[in-house]
C-alpha cells in the first residue's frame, strides 16, 4: 500500500482511539512517518508502535504523541520547547501547528540527523540545540526566556524543575513521570503563578538522562 494511504489509515486509528483535536490530526495526515525512521522499519513506519531509532532511542508510539499533543492544547501561536528530538518526527508534527517550536537533544548524531530530515522538509520554524534539555532552552537561539508549551519526549524521575521555571503564565508542561518501565503521564499548567497538575495514564518511554547523572555515571 501506498505510503499515503496507511497514513490515511493511521489518522483514522488515532481518531477511532478518541483523538478528536482536528489540527493534530492534520499534523499526522501531513507528516510522512516513513523519513523518520530508520530504512529497515520503513514498512512498519505507519503501524501504531514504537520503533527503534539509532543509538538506542526511539520514535515513539504515533497515538501517545497524539495524546500528549492534545493534551498541550496547542493554538497557532504558541512557541513550544520539545525537550527529546530523537528522529525529529515530533518536532514535525508540532512544527505543523504551531508558531515556533524550540527543540533539545542531548545526542549530537540524533539532532544532526534529524535536522537533515527537517531542513529539506521546509521547516522554518524549528530551531535545534545539542544539550541536557532537563535544564530548558539555554544558551540558544532565539533567546527565549518561556514558552507556552513543553514537551517532554523522555521520562523523567521527577518534575524537571528548570522546565517549570521556563513555562509562560497560562502555559502548559506535559511529562512521562517515572523511573521504571513504566511512567505516568503527567500535564502541569501555570495559573495565576500556581502549578496545577493532572496525571493521565502509564506510558513507557526511554529515560531522560540529565548532566548530572551522566557526571555521577
Ligand atoms: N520526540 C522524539 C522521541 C525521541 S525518544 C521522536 O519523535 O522521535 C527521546 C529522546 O530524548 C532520545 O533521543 C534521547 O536521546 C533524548 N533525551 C534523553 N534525555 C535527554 C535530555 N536530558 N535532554 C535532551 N534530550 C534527551
Wanted: net charge negative.
Amino acid at each position: 500500500m501506498r505510503y499515503e494511504d496507511q497514513r490515511r489509515l493511521l489518522v483514522n486509528e488515532l481518531r477511532a482511539a478518541g483523538i478528536a483535536d482536528e489540527s493534530v490530526l492534520r499534523a499526522f495526515s501531513r507528516v510522512p512517518r516513513e523519513l523518520y525512521v530508520l530504512p529497515e522499519y520503513r514498512e512498519y513506519a505507519y503501524r501504531n508502535q514504537p520503533l527503534p531509532i539509532l543509538l538506542s532511542q526511539t520514535i515513539s508510539q504515533p497515538l501517545m504523541i497524539a495524546i500528549m499533543m492534545e493534551h498541550l492544547e496547542l493554538k497557532p501561536d504558541d512557541i513550544v520547547l520539545e525537550v527529546g528530538t530523537g528522529s525529529g518526527y515530533q518536532a514535525a508534527l508540532l512544527a505543523e501547528i504551531v508558531k515556533e517550536v524550540c527543540t533539545v537533544e542531548r545526542l549530537e548524531p540524533l539532532s544532526l540527523d534529524a535536522q537533515k530530515v527537517l531542513r529539506p522538509q521546509g521547516y522554518d520554524n524549528i530551531y535545534y540545540r545539542i544539550g541536557d534539555g532537563a535544564q530548558g532552552w539555554q544558551k540558544a537561539y532565539p533567546p527565549y526566556k518561556e514558552f507556552q508549551k513543553i514537551i517532554v519526549t523522555a521520562a523523567a524521575a521527577e518534575i524537571p524543575v528548570k522546565l517549570v521555571d521556563q513555562l509562560a503564565e497560562g502555559g502548559i508542561l506535559v511529562v512521562p513521570i517515572g523511573s521504571g518501565a513504566c511512567q505516568i503521564l503527567t500535564k502541569l499548567s501555570k495559573q495565576d503563578g500556581r502549578i496545577i497538575t493532572s496525571t493521565h495514564g502509564g506510558c513507557a518511554f526511554v529515560p531522560l538522562v540529565t548532566d548530572l547523572e551522566g557526571r555521577k555515571a
